[in-house]
């Protein structure tokens, strides 16, 4: 259970920051760019 619980937590905590990190590539092309190269 406790296991769970981490995990859990961890794909809350993860899910939102890789959500705000693409929109941040999306409002600065510069950034996607560099990432395609």
């Not at 959500?19 to 999306?26: G, Q, Y």
Request: charge should be neutral; glycine fraction near 2%; proline fraction near 5%.
């Amino acid at each position: 259970m406790i296991q769970f619980y981490i995990f859990a937590i961890f794909l809350l905590v993860s899910s939102p920051s890789v959500v705000i990190t693409d929109k941040a590539d999306l409002q600065q092309p510069g950034r996607s760019e560099h990432k395609a190269s």
